[in-house]
């Protein structure tokens, strides 16, 4: 990345922050000052954004995190106080359909300059654009992008079935987890029983049989698709994969499999590409397993978009708003998002980030071109199970329906779907 | 009380004087009555009247009528909650009671080392809920915890997987709860069963009752009070439990062991619907009430009748 550009940023920064009010003028230009929160404070997270942080200090602001750890909701609830108490913080993360959510309860920022002069648009996935300018206008900028469907293969238990070929449809799948079955593995798949996890079973599975058909039914709530047969055929591959986990599991996370996995008494795992991440922090390595895209019956990729991003809120002191534009340049860039993503496993936003040198893994490699795939042939749709597609009511009604579909054998396939349609409708 | 009434009817004293030595008491009793009831009556208030409105992410004005009660009332979620609590509410009251009272009878045998076992039954109530949930659901879990020791213990056939079943999985709350809050129960009956007049229970020995008997007919009644207290203290720890669960089950397996104050949470924290949250905090105020207010009447018409007595 040519290290001229950054330079020519930093001084169209420190320009716009010249051209702030006169008091400000009289003392010299004023130091971008940023107030941030997000939820990432500890693991790789945390460092990613610590090492943001950093980069932001050595461009002359004055960085502000207050991290928020725990869930989501705890860090939206911090949110939701300051807002209502009058005071947002210059920026915070807030990610999919939220952002356009929260922007209807306090004013954003119109980045739509700074974004046009970073030439941001042209870099990024179309629908993950939409989410970041709800009305017309760019107000959050996402940061890292992972896939929630990719699917880890244990090279120990490949070795044991004597299975030597990647699966890329949901029948190869089917064969392999069977092989791995016979072969000794009492449970061949290393899900964990989150409701997260409950949903990207789901998920995984029906963009993977119909990416339109998920489109139709997921991100648009089409009624017709909703009750189509790809949703029972998604319920029953969802089944055949919770009986290939282990059932004592119960409502732990994947990350209590991972020892198992890697050592080759489970086979697969169906996650996102943060649980490479997660692997390198418990400090197993790269050739441990081998990073695929997620099964899709029409043998080219799905990529299930789940995109972290920072929405900018309106402020009147000129040292936040001068650092509100230098965040934002910061984030759109692409030494940064290499940065960012290398640290935390995930892939850059923009897609002209060449993932060819060190520091980047296969694992990413292959997630990054399928992502450029997927965006080629129109298979890149949003994800449910991490609020990417709807809004964190309908999502949270829409999982409430499969993670139970997940732990009740008993409900059918054919109940599910009708289920999930009266949640849909029940939550609207 | 008869102190502050002599000296107040002490000749030569004026009143100025006397309000001013009594100033602290009416300040360290009624600011703080005042204070904790303003707070608990304005957000009741203020809660009950956001349960009326559309609002979602941030409290709106407006106006919405029952909406939000109904599809509180018709979500599964809410229905499953409303179960498990009758369930969990009755199961558990009645469980710890009998276990807080086994316990305070077998102490009341003037055993040796009744300090230490004592201290040992009440600890659990020193231990906070998180941790509680938190410990049980290592113990309760079948890959690791108990089921696991008895797998390598030898006991193969032995199968206890109620934390993953969702049929069981609310009785483990139950089992969890229990274990810590029986103390509780354990350390009131005893106090009461000390507090039992000698003479009597000598009185029941000489009239030839056995120990059981003297039990049975004469020391247990005059439990009765101390066992009301005991379930309403009960109850509304099982109406508002929260963080127990969350620790130990987080309403899973899928949804089959969600309890109203999850459904509070979720609704208003998780999924930005703070006037449904708001409705669904009323109904369990409501449930709250139900078990409040015969508890107030009984102690109304008990104090009566010993003022009358």
Redesign the interface.
């Known amino acids: 990345m040519p290290i001229t550009t950054t330079r020519r940023r930093l001084l169209a920064g420190s320009a716009a922050a010249l051209a702030l009010p006169a008091f400000a003028r009289a003392e010299g230009a004023v130091k971008p000052r940023l107030t941030a929160i997000s939820q990432w404070s500890a693991g790789s997270d945390g460092a990613a954004i610590t090492a943001l942080g950093k980069k932001f200090e050595e461009k002359g602001g004055i960085w502000q995190h207050s991290p928020v750890p725990g869930f989501t909701?705890d860090m939206?609830?911090k949110l939701?106080a300051q807002?209502?108490a009058g005071d947002p913080p210059a920026c915070s993360q807030l990610k999919g359909p939220?952002i356009a959510?929260?922007s209807?309860?306090a004013p954003t920022v119109d980045l739509d300059a700074v974004v046009a002069a970073a030439g941001y648009e042209k870099v990024v996935a179309p629908d993950l654009a939409k989410l970041h300018k709800p009305a017309g206008k760019w107000i959050a900028l996402p940061l890292q992008i992972y896939s929630t469907n990719m699917l880890f293969l244990s090279k120990r238990g490949m070795d044991k079935a004597k299975a030597d070929k990647v699966p890329v449809t949901w029948a190869d799948f089917n064969e392999l987890a069977e092989k791995m079955k016979s072969a000794g593995m009492a449970y061949p798949i290393a899900n964990g029983?989150t409701?997260a996890d409950d949903g990207q079973k789901f998920e995984a599975s029906l963009a993977g049989i119909s990416p339109t058909a998920y489109r139709a039914a997921c991100m648009n709530l089409d009624k017709k698709a909703l009750e189509g047969p790809e949703m029972k055929a998604a319920f029953a591959q969802t089944r055949k994969i919770s009986d290939w986990c282990?059932?004592?599991?119960?409502?732990?996370p994947y990350a209590t499999n991972l020892k198992r996995f890697v050592d080759g008494d489970m086979g697969m795992l169906i996650m996102g590409g943060w649980a490479q991440g997660v692997l390198k922090n418990a400090g197993f390595k790269f050739d441990d397993y081998v990073i695929t895209p997620g099964p899709s019956d029409n043998s080219k990729p799905v990529f299930l978009l789940n995109a972290d991003a920072f929405i900018f809120w309106q402020r009147k002191e000129a040292d936040l708003q001068a650092g509100q534009m230098l965040m934002a340049q910061l984030v759109m860039d692409p030494a940064i998002q290499t940065m960012y993503s290398q640290i935390t496993g995930s892939i850059p936003v923009r897609t002209d980030v060449d993932l060819t040198g060190e520091g980047w893994s296969d694992g990413q490699r292959t997630t990054a071109a399928a992502l450029k795939n997927a965006m080629g042939n129109n298979q890149a749709v949003l994800s449910l199970a991490h609020n990417m597609a709807q809004?964190?009511?309908l999502t949270?009604?829409i999982i409430?329906v499969i993670?139970?579909?997940?732990?009740?054998k008993t409900i059918k396939p054919d109940e599910a779907v009708s289920r999930l349609a009266e949640?849909v409708e029940?939550a609207r | 009380m008869t102190e502050i009434v002599s000296i107040a009817t002490r000749p030569g004293r004026s009143a100025t004087s006397e309000m001013v030595r009594r100033l602290p008491e009416f300040l360290m009793i009624w600011v703080p009555l005042l204070l904790s009831a303003a707070h608990l009556i304005s957000f009741s208030i203020w809660t009950i009247w956001i349960s009326f409105t559309p609002s979602t992410l941030i409290p709106v004005s407006g106006w919405v009528g029952l909406h939000n009660y109904n599809s509180v009332l018709a979500s599964r979620n809410w229905q499953i909650a409303f179960d498990n609590l009758l369930l969990f509410g009755i199961a558990f009251v009645l469980l710890s009671l009998t276990t807080g009272l086994l316990l305070a009878i077998l102490l009341d045998q003037r055993i040796r080392g009744e300090n230490v076992l004592r201290t040992i039954f009440l600890y659990p109530l020193a231990v906070s809920f998180v941790v509680t949930g938190t410990v049980w659901s290592w113990l309760l879990n079948p890959g690791i915890g108990i089921e696991k020791l008895a797998h390598d213990l030898g006991w193969t056939s032995f199968h206890f997987d109620w934390l993953v079943n969702r049929d069981m999985a609310i009785w483990t709350i139950v089992i969890a709860a229990i274990w810590q809050s029986s103390g509780f129960a354990m350390a009131l009956f005893l106090a009461g069963l000390r507090s039992v007049d000698s003479d009597i229970i000598k009185a029941a020995q000489i009239d030839g009752a056995g120990p059981i008997r003297t039990y049975w007919r004469v020391i247990l009644p005059t439990l009765w009070p101390i066992t009301v207290t005991v379930i309403v203290v009960q109850l509304q720890f099982a109406i508002s439990a929260f963080d127990l669960v969350r620790a130990l089950t987080n309403g899973g397996p899928g949804i089959a062991t969600q309890l109203p104050a999850l459904v509070v949470y979720d609704l208003m924290f998780q999924r930005s619907q703070l006037g449904r949250g708001a409705a669904a905090a009323v109904l369990m105020l409501l449930i709250l009430l139900a078990v409040l207010l015969p508890y107030a009447a009984w102690r109304y018409v008990r104090q009566r009748r010993a003022a009358h007595a």
């Open positions: 909701t939206m609830n939701r807002i209502i939220e959510a929260w209807k309860i029983g409701r282990d059932p004592n599991v119960g409502v732990q809004e964190n009511g949270a009604a409430d993670t139970e579909y997940v732990k009740n949640a029940g």
